[in-house]
Each structure stands twice: as structure tokens, then as C-alpha cells.
């Protein structure tokens, strides 16, 4: 039985074949199906395919891509795992906790699971285009995770949480497209561009307007609605600054 059809696992430039082949286990463990690697492809590496043990499908059906981008393209939304929190001024990591991940049975819609380096873990940039980052509690001291014990740690917790033997109705609303997401951001960011803001303050206003959407899982009637206000919105700035000349 698969419990969680619509969650895909990406991992971000692994750096270790090892942790490739225990975090396809780890998949299996917890009623995944789908890999997929953004970097060189680690498939044939002996490590790989020796720590995968009875998971070689899923090892070996793992899809690679060039970017994170190409990677999550396809699916409705991206959950960005990172160790690191930017503090109370950082609004590229404002970080929502493990267990409040929305429950993934009740959402349709393919929901990806990025993972990043083995040293380094995910950069802003690769953090900037996922719809939330999330962060799995561990001690202050040493917060990092070994790679495949990050993927097992949130698949336990979801599995544990979520994964019952009688799956629950999903929503029947359709799940917003990226394309849909990105078009009510088009014109906010436009609304701020048009604002009195101060330059330096113009990114920070747009960066915190895409982590409110991507916390948010929209359904696509609840987008067409703020496209609408968002577009009403714009015109009306813009005329009243027209007006103001």
C-alpha cells in the first residue's frame, strides 16, 4: 500500500551515493514512491545501489534534472527542509515548525519534499522558489541531520501523524497552479512597486506576500478571487498615482 501517493522526495546536489540509496529505504519505509535528484545521477553508484536494499524501484526509477526548478515544476506545491532559521529578520527562512506541515492525505495535488546538501543544505535561492521551509527540532547544540535521517525523520512524522489504513476523503476543490500562485504575486508585486516604500524595503514586502501564499494551500477558486483583488487593486494605485501627477 502506497499512504502517500501525491508526496514526491527531492533531494538537491546529494553529495554522498550512501545517503541516495538509504533515503530510497527510507521511502519505502513510509509509503513513498517517487525520488527525484537534481545533480549528476548517483543510480549506478555501488553505495547507492547496496544501502537501497529492497527499494531498487524506487532507487532506480528515481528521476534526475538539471535544477530544483525543473525538479518541482510539475507539482502543485514544494516544502523546503533547512536547518537554518534567518532569526526574526529573515523573511527568506521564516521557518514554519515540522508538525505544522498541512496533512498531506487530505491535499490534492503532488506536494514535493526538497531536501538539500549534505553541507551546505539549500540555498536562499532554492529556498526562494519552494512555497513554504520548514525545520525538524533538534538540539541547539548540533542542529544539523545527516541527509537520509532528515527524509526519515519528516516521512516518520508524517507516517506516525497522518498515514492510517482508511484514507480520509480528499478535498474535492482543485489545488491552485503554480502558474495561478504566480500571477497573483505579478500583481502585488506591481501594487508595491507603485507604493510609498522605501527601496530597500520593496523586496522584503514581496518576499513576505509569497511565504503568506505558500503557507497557504489554495485552492484555485480561492486564487481567481485574489487575482481579482489583486488586479483591482493595482489599477487602483496606479490611478491614483496617475491622478496625484
Known amino acids: 500500500m502506497v499512504e502517500f501517493p501525491n508526496l514526491i522526495v527531492v533531494l538537491v546536489e546529494p553529495e554522498t551515493p550512501g545517503n541516495v540509496g538509504f533515503t530510497a529505504r ?3 519505509n513510509f509509503g513513498v ?23 531498487h524501484h524506487i532507487l532506480d526509477s528515481a ?3 538539471k535544477d530544483l526548478k525543473d525538479a518541482i515544476e510539475d507539482t502543485d506545491v514544494a516544502w523546503a527542509a533547512t536547518a537554518r532559521s534567518g ?3 529573515s523573511v527568506t527562512r521564516a521557518l514554519v515548525p515540522l508538525h505544522e506541515l498541512p496533512d498531506p492525505t487530505l491535499l490534492d495535488g503532488r506536494i514535493s519534499l526538497v531536501f538539500g546538501r549534505e553541507s551546505s543544505g539549500l540555498t536562499n535561492e532554492e529556498i526562494g522558489l519552494c512555497d513554504l521551509s520548514f525545520t525538524i527540532p533538534t538540539s541547539e547544540d548540533y ?9 526519515a525523520v519528516v516521512l516518520y512524522h508524517l507516517f506516525s501523524t497522518y ?4 484514507p480520509r476523503e480528499r478535498s474535492k476543490a482543485r489545488p491552485a497552479t503554480r502558474k495561478e500562485r504566480e500571477q497573483v504575486l505579478i500583481f ?4 508595491i512597486d507603485h507604493l510609498d516604500v522605501k527601496d530597500y524595503r520593496r523586496p522584503i514586502a514581496k518576499q513576505i506576500f509569497r511565504n ?4 497557504a494551500y489554495l485552492t484555485g477558486r480561492e486564487v481567481s478571487t485574489l487575482t481579482g483583488i489583486a488586479s483591482k487593486l493595482n489599477k487602483l494605485v496606479k490611478d491614483h498615482n496617475s491622478s496625484d501627477d
Open 143 to 151: 542542529p544539523s541531520m545527516n541527509l537520509s535521517h532528515a527524509v
Open 87 to 89: 532569526g526574526n529578520h
Open 163 to 166: 498515514g492510517i489504513e482508511t
Open 63 to 65: 528521476g534526475i534534472f
Open 188 to 191: 502585488l508585486d506591481d501594487v
Open 212 to 215: 503568506l501564499l505558500g503557507r
Open 26 to 28: 527510507t521511502l519505502a
Open 33 to 55: 514512491e517517487e525520488l527525484r535528484i537534481v545533480g549528476p545521477d548517483p543510480r549506478e553508484d555501488y553505495q547507492a545501489q547496496i544501502f537501497s536494499v529492497h527499494a
